[in-house]
């Protein structure tokens, strides 16, 4: 598999649930008086939140069980809503087989007119194989 | 402030509650017993979970809410395990005014021996600010 893609809609649920775990209670994720106070009137979800879900289609589908984390470079280019639909893709750009790193472009756009919302590379190597 | 450091130690609790919340059941974080087929020997924090603390902070206290990330440049340099004492620091290092952008340098050290464990830089603004 070189590519995979999903439909990904963060609920306002996952966010509180990600604030209360990271402690991050930063109020433009939490308070709708808050948000509707700056330029993005709703509240947006964490950055890091959308991260995870690149982090999730790693370590389970692309490349899988095992892999670990050498970097990731992301860019947040819109911000990212409660309840709209979103697309997750993520694409094999290139190995380094000498030392067993893979990379990968993460994108996460707007599932109705294909704005790109995230972007960024990732490197990731499979702990089983290491060395 | 211009910079802020802590200490920190990720439990397996966090871990576990990362994994269920994210989807993230890759089992070099669960399992033991997989972890010590790896040359890891034992489970490693998500790197995602670590990039939370960083999100955190600058939701919480430097810069504070209502920041909005615009990028992160992550890097994952050494496994990070469950209960070992560490150190977070984010460092203000320069402003891009015109546009409200601060950039902050990111990092995690080992609290014993000051090896950097994750590095990295963020670009972030305050949503309260903007244009």
Same mark, same amino acid.
Not at 69 to 77: D, G, V
Not at 104 to 124: N, P, Q, R
């Given at each position: 598999?070189?590519?995979?893609?999903?439909?990904?809609?963060?609920?306002?649920?996952?966010?509180?649930?990600?604030?209360?775990?990271?402690?991050?209670?930063?109020?433009?994720?939490?308070?709708? #008086?808050? @948000?509707? $106070?700056?330029? *993005?009137? %709703?509240?947006?979800?964490?950055?890091?939140? /959308? #991260?995870? @879900?690149f $982090?999730?289609? *790693?370590? %389970?589908?692309?490349?899988?069980?095992?892999? /670990?984390?050498?970097s990731h470079?992301?860019? *947040?280019?819109?911000?990212?809503?409660v309840?709209?639909?979103y697309?997750?893709?993520i694409?094999?750009?290139?190995?380094?087989?000498?030392?067993?790193?893979?990379?990968?472009?993460?994108l996460?756009?707007?599932?109705?007119?294909?704005?790109?919302?995230?972007?960024?590379?990732?490197?990731?190597?499979?702990?089983?194989?290491?060395?």
């Amino acid at each position: 598999m070189t590519a995979y893609t999903e439909a990904i809609t963060f609920t306002q649920a996952q966010v509180e649930a990600f604030a209360a775990l990271s402690g991050d209670n930063n109020p433009l994720h939490l308070s709708e #008086a808050y @948000a509707a $106070s700056t330029i *993005f009137k %709703t509240p947006i979800v964490h950055g890091m939140w /959308v #991260a995870a @879900a690149f $982090s999730r289609v *790693f370590g %389970t589908q692309m490349p899988g069980p095992g892999t /670990v984390y050498l970097s990731h470079n992301l860019q *947040f280019l819109r911000p990212v809503y409660v309840g709209k639909p979103y697309r997750l893709s993520i694409t094999f750009l290139r190995a380094e087989p000498r030392r067993n790193h893979l990379f990968f472009e993460t994108l996460l756009t707007d599932a109705a007119t294909g704005k790109k919302m995230v972007t960024g590379e990732a490197c990731v190597q499979n702990a089983a194989f290491v060395y």
